[in-house]
């Protein structure tokens, strides 16, 4: 007896100890007050009660988390109603939940059998039940991530499998104390371009907007972080979203709450507990309609909703909706009107191609009678880069995003005009101001130029005029005051061939000289006084004076002068034998000077 004792014991410990572990056959099973742990004692499979209630639910939590926040639940729809629950799995890999009476309150499913089926709880918190003799660990029978509640965890897929029709959608609890389906669930619409869907039984609260590549149209705020990364992914077989942290010691889920909100919630350990991250809806402008048909949804503005260009209220009510102001002729008439900056509208009932270029996009819709739109399918590699993405009815749940993609309507070949002279002002304002100024600015520069010209030029002439009249007198006053023959300007010019260069015998600080022939035949030499020199009037008037009483037969004669026309001119007779200074410094010998001669001139030149 004691030895049976004895057995029973160490059946009972290895039972135990089994149960401790992450998996179960067909030969264990977990009874309330049991727990399955993951390999790396992340998660935890067991029965509990929520809230406040008595009824008792097999779920799923975090082992270490001091809240015991259920990640998923198998009988959410039918509980225990005490703590006599035993969960097993069968000869044909089935789980079964039976209460005292040995009756099934719960079952998973398969459509095939297996060998030695297991269940077992894996490390992302997925429990699974597989053949234990088949090495592909990735060929399961079942696994929980199929069949999600009200959150999704990192590496669980939310959406739809295309080929089986199995819909991953999460639902919302009903209370805190009832984990039964609630009245708000999130799935993939698939009538048209995938889409995720909040709906409150069967109405249309909430779109995450379409993808376009990077994110969601309506959902900026599901977005690649450092310790949070998602995807889409879409093809003939699946659609789904699916998400992964970088950190493993930071734990995200994505739930959906009891009053419809789709949350994000992140927990580092510890005692600290759950805190919220991001939620959607965010405002009035994210709930399905809003503003209704060809309107978009600002909360900036006041009223939140207003028509797309090209559009007018068709009541009172402005969220009632808009209508074209002309309709469309279906024709090449029609055009396009770019809008940005929006959530993109209600993919149902659409038509996309992942492969067609934008510009068959456009034509393809321009020659399509019902197409409304289109827009670019993916703009991962650029702003309308690849796909095509059309829409055919009204162009429904528009919001004012900051970051969006943009979208293309149809219109009126008039309206399209109209819109695009109406936008001009708004996006070149900045621009034109700045022409305006600048071209204002180099105008009023060029006629104060012009007119400080004018007024200079005239005051120059004005000037010029006092001046020559100036002259006029002082060279009557100063032929009155020269006691000398006076030529006239046109006798020298003419005499010197209109001061010709080749007439030019040399310059000296008074001016240059030139050779000249007056009419007579007599040779002259003309001295001009220069512009330049420092001599003015009164040096040339005092030389005239000077040489004119200074006459001997030995020295060059002073014929005249002549101060007409702003010249001062001395016309000396012409020295055939080159100047004095040649004889006085022997440069020419002086045969046809006597001494005598040579006394004199110097004679003359001594100061007295």
Not at 162 to 186: E, V
Not at 375 to 402: E, I, Q, R
Request: glycine share 8%.
């Amino acid at each position: 007896m004691e030895a049976f004792s004895f057995l029973l014991f160490c059946f009972s410990l290895l039972m135990a100890v089994s149960i401790a572990r992450d998996t179960i056959n067909t030969l264990q099973s977990i009874s309330d007050g049991e727990i399955l742990v993951s390999a790396d004692e992340t998660f935890a499979l067991g029965f509990f009660s929520p809230g406040t209630s008595n009824n008792r639910y097999v779920g799923i939590w975090y082992n270490k988390d001091p809240t015991k926040a259920i990640v998923w639940v198998a009988n959410r729809e039918k509980p225990l109603t005490d703590s006599s629950g035993v969960l097993k799995v069968n000869d044909i890999g089935i789980l079964v939940l039976l209460d005292s009476n040995n009756s099934l309150i719960w079952s998973s499913n398969t459509t095939r059998s297996a060998q030695n089926p297991v269940a077992k709880l894996l490390n992302s918190g997925n429990f699974v039940v597989q053949d234990d003799s088949n090495s592909d660990t990735e060929d399961l029978l079942w696994q929980s991530f199929d069949y999600p509640g009200d959150t999704i965890l990192p590496g669980q897929k939310l959406g739809r499998n295309l080929a089986t029709g199995l819909n991953r959608r999460t639902t919302s609890w009903k209370s805190s104390d009832d984990p039964s389906q609630g009245s708000f669930s999130y799935q993939f619409d698939i009538d048209g371009y995938p889409q995720l869907v909040l709906r409150e039984g069967t109405t249309k609260r909430f779109r995450f907007g379409s993808w376009n590549g990077i994110q969601f149209s309506g959902a900026p705020q599901l977005k690649n972080e450092s310790v949070f990364r998602f995807s889409m992914i879409s093809n003939e077989e699946e659609v789904y979203i699916v998400y992964w942290t970088v950190d493993s010691s930071v734990h995200q889920r994505l739930q959906i709450a009891m009053d419809g909100f789709s949350q994000r919630r992140s927990w580092s350990g510890g005692n600290t507990g759950w805190t919220t991250v991001s939620h959607i809806p965010v405002d009035d402008c994210d709930y399905y309609g809003k503003c209704g048909a060809y309107a978009s949804c600002d909360t900036n503005h006041f009223p939140m909703c207003g028509c797309l260009d090209g559009f007018v209220q068709n009541t009172i009510d402005s969220s009632s909706g808009c209508v074209r102001k002309t309709s469309l002729s279906c024709n090449n008439s029609d055009g396009f009107v770019k809008f940005s900056g929006l959530k993109l509208p209600d993919t149902k009932g659409t038509w996309f191609n992942t492969s067609m270029s934008f510009e068959d996009c456009r034509i393809l819709c321009l020659k399509n009678c019902s197409c409304t739109a289109y827009a670019a399918l993916d703009v991962s590699k650029g702003p309308n880069s690849n796909g095509c993405l059309l829409w055919f009815g009204k162009l429904m749940d528009m919001k004012v995003m900051t970051a969006s993609e943009d979208i293309y309507v149809k219109m009126a070949g008039k309206d399209v005009e109209a819109i695009v002279r109406k936008r001009l002002p708004k996006f070149k304002k900045k621009k034109q101001k700045i022409t305006t100024a600048i071209i204002w600015v180099l105008s009023s520069g060029i006629l104060i130029l012009c007119l400080a010209i004018i007024i200079y030029r005239w005051e120059m002439r004005k000037k010029g005029k006092i001046k020559e009249d100036r002259e006029s007198d002082d060279s009557q006053h100063d032929e009155e005051d020269l006691e000398l023959p006076l030529f006239s300007i046109n006798t020298v010019t003419s005499a010197t061939n209109n001061f010709s260069t080749d007439n030019l015998l040399g310059t000296g600080g008074f001016g240059p000289v030139y050779k000249g022939i007056l009419e007579d035949g007599q040779e002259i030499a003309v001295k001009r006084l220069s512009k330049n020199s420092s001599q003015g009037f009164e040096e040339f008037k005092n030389e005239v004076m000077h040489v004119s009483k200074l006459q001997h037969r030995n020295l060059v004669r002073l014929l005249g002068c002549c101060i007409q026309a702003g010249e001062r001119l001395l016309i000396y007779e012409f020295m055939s034998n080159k100047s004095l200074d040649f004889f006085i410094f022997g440069l020419i010998p002086a045969e046809p000077y006597s001494s005598f001669h040579l006394r004199m001139i110097m004679q003359l030149l001594k100061p007295h």
